[in-house]
């Protein structure tokens, strides 16, 4: 009988748990890289709907994720051969995003179990895929760390424990500043909700990160008419060549 | 102040920009080097992608270059003939050093052979000039600051057949030494990344006897047509040039040219000489330490399959 009633209450819990719903505010849904670009940073705030009074037991937690648009990248390792450093092995780790940010209501281990970060990859380490790793190398693990350990140091990857604030377990904020170094793209932000580790609700949504003005202008110029991109910078830099000398000689000669 | 670049997707400082590309100016003006083995090194180091460095610098080059080459037009110190003969020969060899670069890209160790090219070559050109000038200041020294050019002697340079007579420089020799040089110089400019112009100067005093002051502007008057084919290939095959990155290091390069053009006239060739000589090997020895010393970081990131 008591066996039945736990098993009851197992199915039950997640039901009830579905009733708490993230509604979203973002301060910008598009980010604009110009000229001037230096960072930029995005308010991320909202509040959870629920039908049903605030459930007891564990408090309410809030993790935020921002990442980047994933890209394959190749991983090399040096070693010391006849005296010079030489690249020896290299590793693809599959899918890398460009940027990723993961903020939090708590401690991370206390916010979200391992298996919960095993499923929706929410961990930096989980959010870096590394397959076609070669077997002969020792340490495959390694070179996955390494590409944390380059992009935690460029800022662009980090985990912010204790930076969302969450009100009477219904309100929430959080602002997750993005560094100059952006590249464009899609970039993911996924809101999760937790009680004792377990994810009880996901909200996804994205934040379009796009050159504009001048940059878009040069971008696009130089991937759809390269010959044309080639030879405005060859007129520009000739004519600033020319430019310089003549305003020299005119600032000698008075 | 911070700039965005549009095709580097990095966000540097401009006045950071704007100095770098005025000390390399300066220097550019002064020995008629195109600077790029400075530059490119040193736009690594503030983190713009190594492709991108590469190529926009050829773009940047051909700005200062052409900025130091009117000053040395002025003074009619360029021997167009000599010029035109020794592009021939650099245009072939950059479109071969192309082909080159592409087939050490696909070995994987592009990064360490043009390494190895720069130390080796920053080495023996440096190495060489500095003897050379610092045994010329000591003879100049002992003959009571009387420098008698000594003429070169007539060896298998001279003894080539398709002499050309070049009024300018002052010689009657085989076009074949100078359609050589251009090549090798080409070829390496495309696999380093740079205007060539600390191997074509040395090559042009030693090798084909030319006299200082003409080298300068003659080496110039090259690198301006070779970087600018080099500029276009990169721009049409690997879409690396990074145009504000570019402008604002020729803002800064040109200015900077002109400086150094000036100071140039004002010292002594053999002076020259030993400066230029002096910073190729300082180059060359931070290059060699690079290679030689354990790096901080082992690992490196890279893009897959090129851009």
Known sequence: MLRLLSLLLLIALPAQAADENVVLGLSQDRVAITSNFDGSDILVFGAIKRESPIPGGEPLQVIVTVSGPSEPVVVRRKERRFGIWVNIDSVLVDRAPSFYAVATSGPFSDVITNTEDLRHKVSIRRAIRSVGADMNIQGAQSFSEAVIRIRERAGLYSIRENTVAVDEQTLFRTSIDMPADLTEGAYATRIFLTRGGQVISSFQTTIDVQKVGLERFLYTLSREQPIVYGLMSLAIAIAAGWGASAAFRILRNT | MQIYLPIAEVSVNAFLLLGLGGLVGVLSGMFGVGGGFLMTPLLFFIGIPPAVAVATEANQIVASSFSGVLAHFRRKTVDLKMGFVLLIGGLTGAALGVVVFNYLKSLGQVDLLVKLCYVVFLGVVGGLMFVESLGAIRKARK?????????????????????????????????????????????????????????????????????????????????????????????????????????????????????????????????????????????????????????????????????
Not at chain 2, 159 to 181: C, E, H
Not at chain 2, 247 to 270: M, N, P, S, W
Request: proline residues 4%.
């Open chain 2, 143 to 307: 003959q009571g600051g009387k420098v008698t050019a000594k003429r070169r002697q007539r060896g298998w340079v001279h003894a080539l057949p398709f002499k050309m007579r070049f009024r300018t420089s002052g010689l009657y020799i085989s076009v074949i030494p100078p359609i050589l040089v251009g090549i090798f110089v080409g070829i390496l400019s495309a696999i380093m990344g740079v205007g060539g112009g600390f191997i074509m100067v040395p090559a042009m005093i030693y090798l084909l006897g030319m006299p200082t002051k003409v080298v300068v502007g003659t080496s110039l008057f090259q690198i301006i047509f070779v970087t600018a084919f080099t500029t276009m290939l990169h721009a049409t095959t690997n879409y690396t040039v990074d145009i504000m990155l570019a402008v604002l290091l020729l803002v800064g390069g040109v200015v900077g040219a002109q400086f150094g053009t000036q100071i140039g006239t004002r010292l002594k060739a053999e002076q020259l000489r030993i400066l230029l000589a002096l910073m190729v090997l300082v180059v060359c020895v931070k290059l060699a330490l690079d290679l030689l010393l354990q790096p901080a970081e082992l690992y490196s990131l890279g893009a897959v399959g090129g851009h």
